[in-house]
């Protein structure tokens, strides 16, 4: 109810017919296939035997297109449902082909492990839902296609780590851990520091009083954690996704929204207010670029592009409280 309440342009998962089910697989086929095809690419000069495998990845990619699309000519024509994954509510969206080239080794690993279990839950949930014999059949083989998939990311993952022993359990905790909690508790963390600057500084310049600036802070940085963390929770459950549970994920959104709010805010409990302000200011500066750091570490943004949208964007929203509490 609440993911039809936030996203009421997409479609439930469980409302799609086999057509738009097949549809759907197949554009996710062909999108995931060109993502490994960059992948190679990428790596192709330093890494020659893991591109050949990514090169294998996208070649089964295209026999799966192939497989799915020999069985909705046979059942509903030539023509295709226009339906994408973006069209369907639980479902992450991509990055586009032409930012591959700005990925890290590290960061292409975690990806291709989400893609893995992304496929791999959605087509064991489409099994389940449909009747149809051949189709359930198809789904289920993909299902399990998919999921050997993990054994060649295994195998880019020697490569870029030596010959080293990995513990298997540990490794998949640590990405599901990046997945439940780092990729939310971050993009929490840029929302709560760049969009209560203007209401923190609004405040201070407005009043000049250091209490008053402190509690339109913490109110500021309270409620959008409590709006970051519901419509995180709200608007994925998870379970085609394999992101984890969504109240988790609201929590890590949540609390770090909060604690980068609070930052800003924190210094006006000192009473001195010229103090204050410089001590937050201070403060503002070194949010916002570690902050662009942050971003271009884990979310595969280039340095420079962060610290244009965070440290420039960032900067625009100080200023305007500024002006607005100066007014």
């Known amino acids: 109810m609440l993911?039809?309440?936030l996203e009421p342009q997409k479609r439930d998962f469980t409302s799609l017919n086999a057509a738009e089910i097949l549809s759907l697989a197949i554009g996710a086929e062909e999108e995931d296939g060109r993502i490994y095809a960059a992948y190679a690419d990428k790596i192709r000069k330093d890494y020659p035997a893991s591109a050949k495998i990514f090169d294998g990845m996208a070649?089964?990619?295209?026999?799966?297109r192939q497989r799915l699309l020999e069985l909705y000519k046979k059942q509903?024509?030539?023509?295709?449902?226009p339906i994408r994954r973006e069209h369907v509510r639980g479902f992450l969206s991509?990055?586009?082909?032409?930012?591959?080239k700005e990925l890290s080794i590290e960061t292409i690993r975690q990806q291709v492990w989400e893609m893995e279990q992304s496929a791999y839950?959605?087509?064991?949930?489409?099994?389940?839902?449909?009747?149809?014999?051949d189709l359930r059949k198809l789904l289920g083989d993909l299902a399990i296609e998919e999921q050997k998939h993990g054994q060649q990311a295994d195998q880019l993952e020697k490569e870029f780590l030596g010959e080293t022993e990995q513990d298997e359990e540990k490794v998949a905790a640590h990405r599901q851990f990046v997945l439940t909690y780092v990729q939310p508790g971050l993009a929490g963390l840029m929302d709560g520091s760049v969009s209560t600057l203007a209401p923190v500084f609004a405040a201070a310049f407005a009043t000049g009083d250091t209490w008053t600036t402190f509690l339109v802070g913490m109110a500021a940085a309270v409620g959008a954690?409590?709006?970051?963390?519901f419509t995180e929770a709200a608007s994925d459950d998870g379970k085609l996704t394999g992101r984890g549970s969504p109240i988790k994920r609201g929590f890590a959104a949540g609390i770090m929204t909060t604690i980068g709010g609070l930052g800003h805010a924190l210094p006006y409990l000192i009473t001195d207010f010229y103090t204050a302000t410089v001590i937050a200011?201070?403060?503002?500066?070194?949010?916002?670029?570690?902050?662009?750091?942050?971003?271009?570490k884990y979310m595969s943004t280039p340095f420079w592009r962060a610290v244009f949208q965070v440290v420039v964007g960032g900067?625009?929203?100080?200023?305007a409280g500024i002006l607005i509490g100066s007014a």
């Open 3 to 5: 993911n039809r309440f």
């Open 59 to 64: 070649a089964e990619e295209d026999v799966h």
């Open 76 to 81: 509903f024509g030539d023509t295709l449902v």
């Open 94 to 100: 991509r990055k586009p082909v032409w930012l591959m």
């Open 121 to 133: 839950r959605f087509y064991s949930e489409a099994a389940k839902q449909t009747t149809d014999v």
């Open 225 to 229: 954690g409590i709006s970051m963390g």
């Open 281 to 296: 200011i201070i403060v503002v500066l070194i949010e916002l670029w570690a902050i662009a750091f942050i971003q271009s």
């Open 315 to 319: 900067s625009l929203v100080f200023a």
